[in-house]
């Protein structure tokens, strides 16, 4: 055979160097969406940092970039006593909330999904049933409740109706279902009772959820509005949240102190977010390699 | 002194009655397997004995005291999962010492009773590991060795191997007799494959529906089984069967009279004539049937011939070399010895 003819021709040549380029439109269209997307989730935070840089009278000044840009917002923030006790408050909600949700939403899942009993599925059926119901709904239940059992105005009363969630106790039932019922038995046969079972067998199977789980339960209790503002009156038991919507006066709103603080307080949330988005990638890099 | 007894076992699922009374004796230091379709009971039998499920009928006794009424971990029993149950977030250290978490022992002779029992298989160096980062075959031995650190009166396996490449079942197969040879514990295995069950156990109990087929030596259940059941479960390629009756009191294979006589059994009743495929002598000189080959399974030593013939298909193992070929037509004997008859209609062997 000749040498020649396993050359690539010159046209071939060409072709090769122009196909990597190619791209469909549909690429294009799909880049275009992701943009409009990714942009839609960051203005409002970039808003929020525009805004906390700025001078009261600049505040409606929709620039993006303030003309006198001045960090003069988180020093009054700061300085101002009462953040530092909404903080605190928020932090110990969260914490609380969070810890039990993790604690007895599991518990409560793992039940429903690995024993049989009679009336479990009604239980949980009615456990469900509840995510029915809105917030707004039940607000006026809490707060008779709160009010005689004496727990208006206190953190018993802001974290009692979040301390366990519906949607928690179905998370963790579904993720129960993954782990296999032969791990459980194992654990049974080496002399362990049902609660050390799950405690040291099925939990740090489900940790991705758990994480997940500790993740959205802590952004919920973090950001939550209503519920704290209905049930606490003494500005000294305000969470961060209502505290910062109080800022200004009757008058004027303090957009630039509002959102200062929103600033300041998003930074608890990306900590919890990064150290529990470990467990998730981690418990997905795991479950991965289980035979 | 019997290790392990059941005595008319029994378990049902609400109304679906699925162990019909099993009885059974097992020796100290005995290798017992059952053996049976999916859906024979085995595994429910096993699950029994470990206290996973409870017994709705008969008693259960192990070393001597019935633990009907005890918990799992208070039976002295160990036992390996299928699908091994090694803890995925625990080194192969921590999952081995899991099963001595109750023991009473010192810490010492806890930490050696793990280095013994890495030792036997073969695991020193992988104490650390975790089970991710280990092969299908080292967890499964990581899986035995959490059961035979707490040196139990009972080892119960519930289908070990089949998670397994063949290989490597072969491998297991050998080194989990070895290990028996070696510790001495009684052991109930439980698979669906009758290789393993004739390669691993000093008796096989075999299967099916909720009750015990046979009960014996691997050597007994093949040469003489009990029924037509046990007779083509056990032994691979199965036994052929035919339909056969008594005519004259001989025993009629299609025209051909077989060289038996069974005086006791009435003239007409129908039987089935039960011959394995090893047992068929090829070009025979005094044939009891003859077949065309219509298909060969070449397996190296030896080649497996499908035949057809007037009483149905006909499997024969042939020589590996120059077996027949396809098309021909041949002629197969049999030795009376090697001739099993069973009761057409309760499938009962007629002795």
Redesign the interface.
Known sequence: MAATEIRPTTDGLLNATKTPIKRSYGQYIRWLLLFIGGLAMVMPIAWMISTSLKWPHEVYNLKFIPDEPTIENYTYVLEDGRFYGWFLNSIVIAVVTTISNLLFDSLVGYTLCKFKFPGRYIIFIAILSTLMIPTEMLVIPWYIMSQSFGWLDSYWGIMFPGLMTAFGTFLMKQFFETV?D??L????????NELQIWWT?AM??V?PALAALAIFVFLGNWTAFIWPLIVTNSPEMYTVPVGLSGFGDEADVAWELIMTGAAISTIPTLIVFMVFQRFIIRGVV?AG??? | MANLTLKDLQKSYGKTEVLHGINLEVKDGEFVVFVGPSGCGKSTTLRLIAGLEDASGGDIEIGGRVVNNLEPRDRDIAMVFQNYAIYPHMSVKKNIAFGLRTSKLSKPEKEARIQDVAAILDMVDLLERKPNQLSGGQRQRVAIGRAMVRDPAVFLFDEPLSNLDAQLRTQMRLEIKKLHQRVGNTIVFVTHDQVEAMTMADRIVIMKGGHIQQVGPPEQVYRTPANIFVAQFIGAPSMNIWDGEIKGGRVMLGDVALPLSLAHVKAGTPLKIGVRPDDLQLGSADPILHGTVSLREPLGPETLLYLSSDLGAVIVRAPGKNPPEVGDRIALGALAENIHLFDATSGEALV
């Open positions: 296999p032969d791990f038995e194992a654990a049974r046969i080496d002399g362990l067998v740090p199977l940790k795991m390699l289980k035979g």
